[in-house]
């Protein structure tokens, strides 16, 4: 009888622990904080030099839009690559708009986003 009354005892604090650990779950969707949708491809694309510039140019903007229909975020380097190579084909203007993107979105690549926004000049 004793045992039967502790474990009547018991039962309440452990299911009063196990609400609460239910509660604390994470119900909610991770999402990635960047999308790289298209991005990581295209950079494997630009150094085996299968592809033109201008056939990354297309794909990187596709992707672009892909990314910000979802309402995500381009990852670190997006700008950056895309800049470089429409300074490849000679869009200097497209370039460094580029550039700039990837230094207002990422402030610790200012160093290096100057430097090369300086060829430029």
Not at 17 to 23: F, K, S
Request: charged fraction near 20%.
């Amino acid at each position: 009888m004793k045992r039967e009354k502790w474990l009547t005892g018991l039962a309440l604090p452990v299911a009063a622990v196990c609400t609460l650990l239910t509660g604390c779950a994470n119900t909610t969707k991770n999402v990635a904080l960047y999308q790289w949708d298209g991005y990581q491809p295209q950079v494997y694309e630009y150094f085996k030099g299968q592809k033109s510039p201008q056939e990354q140019i297309d794909a990187l903007e596709k992707a672009r839009q892909q990314i910000l229909a979802k309402g995500a975020s381009v990852p670190p380097g997006f700008h950056a690559h895309l800049g470089m190579l429409y300074a490849t084909v000679g869009n200097d203007a497209q370039a460094k708009t580029e550039l700039l993107a990837e230094k207002q979105s990422f402030p610790e690549s200012s160093t290096y986003m100057d430097f090369l926004l300086s060829k430029f000049q």
